[in-house]
Structures are given as structure tokens and as C-alpha cells.
């Protein structure tokens, strides 16, 4: 099998596994963009080669192995997307494809001098955690930002989605990470959020975008409101 088709496919499988907590055929053909039975024949060489295990009509599973390696990848794919950030000034709607392409570099040294002249990050500019050299992922649990309740203080802390019409979105809001919304108001209706934030900025967002920010909550206003007292 070609080098970069098993690392894409390893990779959006613990992607997916990170996302969703079930690896399914049919998830896989869609961010693939690829057949289910093309699907099905790269999945069938991958359990042969100890990477994944596969059973007829069940979710794939990867192997301690197989997760290994794609965490790797990932890791890749996230120091580069803060090095084009931090080092290159692209915007963070602008990295994902460019890192697809490089994550395929067949050189430790040259991703890992990355991470040195970053400092060691440990998160990509979505906020997504940055795998360690032996593959290892410590992430924090975050809520969504639909499951806020009314009145509270959050601060944007990952993004669920690096989709790029949503960080254009958020652009247009100069809504960024760590960005403090306080949620003054949820309608009842269609659950969209009314916030404030950007020293007296406010926005509606749909339930749609409120599901792919994850925001930790907190009683400390990081940003000067005009009118807040104290």
C-alpha cells in the first residue's frame, strides 16, 4: 500500500475515534471522499498489517499500534499548522491544507526542530492538543458552548471543527481562541446564543456554531466590559 494513503487513512481514523468514539466505514468514506468498498479493501490490508482490527458489520478499531503511528502523524499535522501560524503568519482558516501536504515529510528531525523553534507548544491553533514524541495525548475536557447556561462566563478554548467556512466565520466576529463570552441571553426557540465579549462586542450564534466551540467556564472576566462594575 502507498506510504501517504495509510497514514491518511490511519490518521482520519483516530480522528475520528477522537471525535466521535466509533470508527465507522461509512465515516470514513465521507472525509475521505472515497467508496465504501474502496474503504472496505484499504481497511482489510491495514488489519492484516496489525494497524487496525477489523470485523465484518462491526466499528474498525485501531491497534495499539495502529494508534501509535496515527498520533504521530497527527502530531505532525499540528506542529506544522502552529508553525504556519506563529512563524509564517498564516491565518488559521489557511493551515489545515498546507499541513496535509507537508505531514507526509519522511523526517523526525525536521518536525521536531519545528517544535523546538515553537517552544514546545502544546496545542495546535485550534486549540487541539499536540501529540508527545511517543505518541501520547493529553487533552483537557471542555464543554460545548450549547451547553452553556445562561448568565456564565466561558472562555473559548478548542475549536470541534477546523472547518474553514466556520473559522472565516469567526473571523468575521474577531471571535478567536481564548476569546471571554458572557451569554446573556438563550432562546428558548432554536437554542442560539446571544453573547457579549471584545470589550462590549455581541453576536448571536446558532446552536450549530455553539456545538463546535468548547469553552471552559470561569468567574474571572479576562477582558474590560464598558459599564461592568468591579
Avoid at 7 to 25: A, P, Q, R, V
Wanted: contains cysteine; charged residues 30%.
Amino acid at each position: 500500500m502507498a506510504f501517504q494513503t495509510k497514514e491518511d487513512y490511519l490518521k482520519n481514523m483516530y480522528m475520528i475515534d477522537e471525535e466521535m468514539g466509533i470508527i465507522s466505514l461509512s465515516e470514513l468514506s465521507r472525509r475521505l471522499r472515497v467508496s465504501i468498498p474502496t474503504v472496505n479493501s484499504m481497511v482489510k490490508k491495514l488489519h492484516h498489517g496489525g494497524w487496525v482490527i477489523y470485523e465484518k458489520y462491526q466499528p474498525v478499531r485501531l491497534t495499539d499500534k495502529g494508534k501509535k503511528e496515527a498520533a504521530l502523524i497527527v502530531r505532525k499535522h499540528r506542529i506544522v499548522e502552529m508553525f504556519l501560524v506563529k512563524k509564517m503568519n498564516f491565518g488559521w482558516e489557511e493551515v489545515h491544507d498546507i499541513a496535509e501536504q507537508i505531514e507526509h515529510v519522511n523526517s523526525e528531525i525536521f518536525f521536531e526542530r519545528m517544535d523546538e523553534m515553537l517552544g514546545n507548544p502544546s496545542s495546535d491553533p485550534h486549540g487541539s492538543p499536540i501529540p508527545n514524541q511517543n505518541g501520547i495525548i493529553t487533552s483537557k475536557k471542555y464543554m460545548r458552548l450549547s451547553d452553556a447556561k445562561n448568565g456564565s462566563v466561558v472562555i473559548l478554548r478548542r475549536l470541534h471543527s477546523d472547518d474553514r467556512d466556520l473559522l472565516n466565520y469567526l473571523n468575521e466576529k474577531r471571535i478567536s481562541l481564548h476569546t471571554t463570552f458572557i451569554i446573556e441571553n438563550i432562546e428558548p426557540f432554536d437554542k442560539s446564543i446571544n453573547i457579549r465579549y471584545n470589550e462590549g462586542a455581541t453576536a448571536t450564534l446558532s446552536k450549530d456554531v455553539c456545538d463546535m466551540l468548547l469553552v471552559e467556564a470561569t468567574s474571572h472576566r479576562d477582558i474590560p466590559f464598558p459599564g461592568d462594575i468591579g
